[in-house]
């Protein structure tokens, strides 16, 4: 029940196209969804987060699409670039709580 | 401010030697969490401290691992007698707050020949 479960493994993109990118939790206690990218050789970097209360978030040109009643969320990466090929993990944590629980990621490649 | 800084950024050792890896955290940031990511992994949870609460070590995969955290300063995680399956890159992520938002320091990578 502490799984986030993330997919695809990898992806490859042409250049601005979108990439998309799914994680589903069974913890419904679970009530903050953040995104991380990792590029080689560094530490994962908080990307975008979402609280169940809305159904999308964007930023620029990523965007977190929430679905409460199914549990699940996904990133969508629009005009892919190939500077955004790196890995991007899920996670999902309980607020007051402290250990978030991370997919296993998604290595991405946008194609020039 | 600065971000998170791991040290060394590398270390090879020898199958049995002891390593310590060091974190120093953001200042003011009270909790402080390690990971272990293999290669092509997720992270996996090793251990958690926040502030002088007694730390959270119920990912540390063997009592070969251990931790130690100075009040809200730097962290060293040390693993003795080191075998191949130790090998990985170690995380440390530091937030201001339980729950809040954790800034990864770079890694220190961990190759045991």
């Known amino acids: 029940q502490q799984q986030v479960k993330q997919s695809p493994q990898s992806l490859i993109v042409q250049k601005g196209g979108i990439s998309i990118i799914n994680c589903a939790y069974e913890?419904?206690?679970?009530?903050?969804f953040p995104w991380y990218q990792q590029f080689p050789g560094k530490g994962p970097a908080l990307l975008i987060a979402?609280?169940?209360?809305?159904s999308e978030k964007k930023e620029g040109r990523f965007t977190i699409s929430f679905n409460k009643s199914a549990k699940q969320f996904s990133l969508h990466i629009m005009d892919s670039q190939p500077g955004d090929s790196a890995t991007y993990f899920c996670?999902?944590?309980?607020?007051?709580?402290?250990?978030?629980?991370f997919g296993t990621g998604t290595r991405l490649k946008v194609l020039a | 401010g600065a971000g998170v800084s791991q040290s060394p950024s590398n270390k090879v050792t020898e199958k049995g030697k002891d390593v310590e890896l060091r974190c120093d955290p953001i200042?003011?940031?009270?909790?402080l969490y390690w990971y272990r990511q293999r290669l092509g992994q997720g992270l996996e949870f090793l251990i958690y401290?926040?502030?002088?609460?007694?730390?959270?070590k119920s990912g540390l995969p063997s009592d070969r691992f251990s931790a130690e955290r100075t009040g809200e300063s730097v962290s060293t995680l040390t693993i003795q007698r080191t075998q191949q399956e130790d090998s990985a890159v170690y995380l440390c992520?530091?937030?201001?707050?339980?729950?809040?938002?954790?800034?990864f320091g770079p890694g220190t990578r961990l190759t045991v020949t």
């Open positions: 992520a530091s937030s201001l707050v339980r729950s809040g938002e954790q800034y």
């Open positions: 913890n419904t206690a679970f009530d903050y």
């Open positions: 979402i609280r169940p209360d809305v």
């Open positions: 996670a999902a944590i309980t607020s007051g709580t402290y250990k978030y629980i």
């Open positions: 200042s003011g940031h009270t909790a």
């Open positions: 401290f926040q502030g002088n609460s007694a730390p959270d």
